[in-house]
């Protein structure tokens, strides 16, 4: 789980930045198989590889409690992407704009999906086409920062919009099974997430008062391994 903490509000030159933050413990990915239940001492990696603790008595955590990276290990870092501006439909500089009329049919909001939780599904799109440009995949991430900006007419982030999109595409298997768990689409029944995918990336989350650019209410950047097999496990 995350703790959110609210720092102070800092005044800077014609205006002020307020920061909600949101700090999950160090994490990363992990097949499976290769989980490290609660409590076991983690080993070091064989180089090439990285390595989970999981918390206990949880068969799909959305974090790990730690990572262990092995030695020589390439890391791919990503710079900040947040949503294309894919909603034709919607007027440039928009909210609207920038949901993808794909996922969400027509650029239409579903029942109980928020403008968060539409724009984090785009940005997560980007994500992924980022990281198959340099031969990797979601379950290769292995840290993960993400800036919200309050919706228009909102007082504060939708976190809990953005974690449901972050479901759709990490962390949404079983450690017991291996198999996908069903997640929730705004206010509709859980169903089989867009992207199975084991990896459950180490996470910290920062409400800021504006993004880059305007109608941006999502950015994300990732860091990514290299493995040496696509397989981990500690020796």
């Given at each position: 789980?995350?703790?959110?903490?609210?720092?102070?509000?800092?005044?800077?030159?014609?205006?002020?930045?307020?920061?909600?933050?949101?700090?999950?413990?160090?994490?990363?990915?992990?097949?499976?198989?290769?989980?490290?239940?609660?409590?076991?001492?983690?080993?070091?990696?064989?180089?090439?590889?990285?390595?989970?603790?999981?918390?206990?008595?949880?068969?799909?955590?959305?974090?790990?409690?730690?990572?262990?990276?092995?030695?020589?290990?390439?890391?791919?870092?990503?710079?900040?992407?947040?949503?294309?501006a894919l909603n034709t439909a919607a007027p440039a500089g928009?909210?609207?704009?920038?949901?993808?009329?794909?996922?969400?049919?027509?650029?239409?909001?579903?029942?109980?999906?928020?403008?968060?939780?539409?724009?984090?599904?785009?940005?997560?799109?980007?994500?992924?086409?980022?990281?198959?440009?340099?031969?990797?995949?979601?379950?290769?991430?292995?840290?993960?920062?993400?800036?919200?900006?309050?919706?228009?007419?909102?007082?504060?982030?939708?976190?809990?919009?953005?974690?449901?999109?972050?479901?759709?595409?990490?962390?949404?298997?079983?450690?017991?099974?291996?198999?996908?768990?069903?997640?929730?689409?705004?206010?509709?029944?859980?169903?089989?997430?867009?992207?199975?995918?084991?990896?459950?990336?180490?996470?910290?989350?920062?409400?800021?008062?504006?993004?880059?650019?305007?109608?941006?209410?999502?950015?994300?950047?990732?860091?990514?391994?290299?493995?040496?097999?696509?397989?981990?496990?500690?020796?």
């Amino acid at each position: 789980m995350t703790d959110r903490i609210q720092t102070s509000r800092t005044s800077r030159a014609r205006h002020r930045t307020r920061t909600a933050v949101v700090v999950a413990v160090t994490a990363a990915v992990v097949a499976p198989a290769a989980a490290v239940a609660g409590g076991t001492m983690l080993r070091e990696p064989r180089p090439g590889t990285t390595v989970s603790a999981l918390p206990t008595g949880q068969d799909n955590p959305s974090i790990a409690d730690g990572v262990a990276i092995g030695k020589d290990t390439a890391i791919y870092k990503t710079s900040g992407l947040g949503p294309g501006a894919l909603n034709t439909a919607a007027p440039a500089g928009t909210e609207q704009r920038y949901v993808d009329p794909v996922d969400l049919v027509g650029g239409v909001l579903p029942p109980g999906v928020t403008i968060t939780e539409a724009q984090g599904l785009n940005v997560l799109r980007r994500i992924g086409e980022n990281l198959a440009r340099v031969g990797l995949s979601y379950d290769d991430v292995i840290t993960m920062r993400v800036f919200l900006q309050n919706p228009a007419g909102e007082e504060k982030m939708d976190f809990a919009g953005w974690n449901r999109a972050y479901r759709q595409f990490f962390a949404n298997t079983s450690l017991s099974t291996g198999q996908p768990v069903a997640v929730p689409l705004g206010t509709a029944p859980p169903a089989p997430p867009m992207v199975a995918n084991p990896a459950r990336p180490s996470r910290f989350a920062l409400e800021i008062e504006n993004l880059p650019v305007n109608g941006w209410l999502v950015e994300v950047e990732v860091d990514a391994a290299f493995p040496e097999k696509k397989k981990w496990g500690w020796h």
